[in-house]
């Protein structure tokens, strides 16, 4: 259970990090320290102004790149046999060297909104992995609950495929976000909505624009598809009580991120509101990768290891 909770320790600091990052971004002080790794040459700056957010961005992501790693060598070390999770491990790695790099190139290139943008889309990804890995270091112990029923399975695996759409499509929003944000396109039409310069979407209009219409627009669609994943959970009788509270727990999610998201453009991008509303958008992504992770049924989630193996059999003999 120890490599459990420092897994899960990783991934409550991978959120507190991507909420330093969008702090770093609402404050526009991405060259608040205009070198990297140090900031005007010094490992702690005075951190008043635009190099508090800058530079404790870049304290938290050294702190959650160390846990990364420690993370994966308390993998090797106590769950070698499970190559599973020695693979993942390393490519949270890989992910976390990756997001440094890109992290570094923004400053460099002076945020080009291209490797910004990337540099979000890289970290959602190792966000991702983190939470999984949460997940599948306890789901995957040899004491782990037992296989469900089998008249269960086929209800969690639908739900782990509606599931894992309603994911892609939340991902893709976020990556989106990302793009507008980073182009500063926030605002590109005004206070107008729900139109756009009286248009539902002004296709002669400039990219920027066009980013910021296909943001509004692809999160009308996750919103009906995390809506329509809680209904269907709540219509069907084998669900548990927890696939059911994670589903209403995600579609009030996606409700508050719709409302935040308008208050954004009426509040002309203030603080508060945008850093909300990053928030809730990786936490809604939590949210659905616990949804999904739960739903496996144990029998797929757990290694292949005598004992399972002969627990899994016994299971089905007795059906």
């Known amino acids: 259970m120890g490599v459990h909770r420092f897994a899960v320790a ?4 991978t959120f507190c990090l991507l909420v330093a990052g969008g702090l770093v971004s609402t404050t526009e002080s991405g060259l608040a320290c205009p070198d990297w790794p140090l900031c005007e040459g010094q490992y702690f700056p005075k951190m008043v102004g635009g190099k508090l957010f800058e530079h404790g961005h870049r304290l938290v992501a050294g702190t959650v790149a160390v846990m990364t790693f420690a993370l994966s060598f308390l993998l090797f070390k106590y769950r070698r046999r499970d190559s599973a999770l020695i693979r993942l491990g390393l490519i949270a790695s890989a992910l976390v060297v990756v997001q440094a790099l890109l992290g570094a190139l923004t400053v460099k290139l002076r945020l080009p909104p291209w490797v910004s943008s990337l540099h979000q889309a890289t970290a959602m990804a190792f966000f991702c992995m983190i939470i999984s890995l949460g997940f599948l270091t ?5 004491d782990a609950p037992a ?24 991902y893709l929003q976020i990556v989106v976000g990302a793009v507008m944000r980073h182009a500063r396109a926030g605002l590109a039409c005004g206070y107008d909505f729900p ?7 002004p296709a002669g209009a400039h990219w920027g624009v066009q980013v910021h219409v296909l943001h509004r627009l692809s999160g009308f669609v ?10 269907w959970v709540w219509g069907h009788r084998p669900a548990r009580r927890g696939l059911r509270f994670l589903s209403a727990a995600a579609a009030v999610i ?7 998201g308008i208050a954004v453009i009426f509040t002309s991008r203030e603080l508060v509101t945008m850093t ?15 949804l999904y992770w739960i739903a496996q049924p144990s029998r797929l ?10 627990a899994a059999a016994a299971s089905l003999e007795a059906v």
Do not use: K, M, Y
């Open 195 to 201: 139109l756009c310069q009286g248009q539902i979407w």
């Open 301 to 310: 989630r757990q290694p292949s290891t005598p004992q399972a193996d002969h």
């Open 222 to 231: 996750v919103g009906i598809g995390v809506v329509a994943l809680a209904l």
């Open 276 to 290: 909300l509303h990053s928030a809730l958008g990786a936490a809604l992504l939590a949210n659905l990768l616990a």
């Open 147 to 170: 296989p469900a029923a089998c008249s269960d399975l086929g209800f969690r695996r639908r739900l782990g495929h509606f599931t894992l759409a309603v994911i892609a499509l939340t």
């Open 254 to 260: 996606v409700l508050c991120q719709v409302s935040l």
């Open 10 to 13: 990783t991934a409550l600091a």
């Open 138 to 142: 306890r789901q995957r112990l040899p």
